[in-house]
């Protein structure tokens, strides 16, 4: 069965500082892997998405990921974080032939000026 | 180029009453899959369903729980006799086909049991 890790339940960053966010998957195949953030109250807005080819990927918001299969993982990272990138983000994976996706526990992410 | 549109955005039900939510795809999307986010918790998934046919309910409870998705019309997730544990946000996300889609998701639905 697939699962997903997010190690981190809450960080806490300066604006301006460097973001990664750490998700660990397990999984057999190749999966597909996505980052969703989720505004409180509000749905999850997909940021990007790793399906095959270029194992770095660039999302929107200035956002990127790295898949690296030896480590089984695809932590997200920015820069430069902006006070509007509070929220709460979530890993997850889904496989071809399986569509369900299975997420991690989340990372809520404060941002301090 | 409307989302995925969810309603009612806020539900509360007494014990014992029925929960009726509903979702609209994204136009020319044919794939629905039900979500539901406990309070401090991820998401997990429900069911799965294409018009007129569930695909998989693998993450449904066994009883009080039903999803359907008509050949016209949003799809439904109905709670029959809502028990407190069934507070939660329901996500409805859908997608043009099949797994090699992005799922979009809808703004959610909170249930609130009292």
């Known amino acids: 069965a697939q699962s997903v890790t997010q190690p981190d339940i809450h960080i806490t960053v300066s604006e301006g500082a460097s973001l990664e966010l750490r998700c660990n998957y397990s999984?057999?195949?190749?999966?597909?892997l996505f980052w969703y953030v989720q505004s409180p109250g509000q749905g999850l807005q997909l940021l990007l998405k790793?399906?095959?080819?270029?194992?770095l990927v660039q999302g929107i918001k200035g956002f990127e990921a790295e898949f690296k299969r030896s480590q089984s993982s695809f932590n997200l990272r920015k820069p430069s974080v902006h006070w509007s990138d509070a929220a709460e983000y979530f890993c997850?994976?889904?496989?071809?032939?399986?569509?369900?996706?299975?997420f991690g526990t989340g990372t809520r992410l404060t941002i301090i000026p | 180029n409307a989302g995925v549109m969810q309603n009612p955005r806020h539900l509360v039900r007494r014990r014992g009453q029925e929960a009726r939510l509903r979702c609209s795809p994204m136009?020319?999307?044919?794939?629905v899959y039900w979500y539901r986010q406990l309070p401090e918790e991820g998401l997990k998934f429900m069911v799965y369903?294409?018009?007129?046919?569930?695909?998989?309910e693998s993450g449904m409870p066994k009883e009080r729980f039903s999803a359907e998705f008509p050949k016209e019309g949003p799809s439904i997730l109905r709670i029959q006799q809502v028990v407190r544990g069934d507070s939660a946000a329901y996500f409805c996300?859908?997608?043009?086909?099949?797994?090699?889609?992005?799922?979009?998701f809808g703004p959610g639905t909170r249930l609130l049991v009292l």
């Open positions: 996300a859908s997608s043009v086909s099949n797994s090699q889609e992005t799922q979009y």
């Open positions: 999984y057999g195949a190749t999966p597909y």
């Open positions: 790793y399906f095959s080819g270029d194992t």
């Open positions: 997850a994976v889904g496989n071809f032939g399986n569509e369900k996706l299975t």
């Open positions: 136009k020319g999307h044919s794939h």
């Open positions: 369903l294409q018009k007129e046919n569930i695909i998989d």
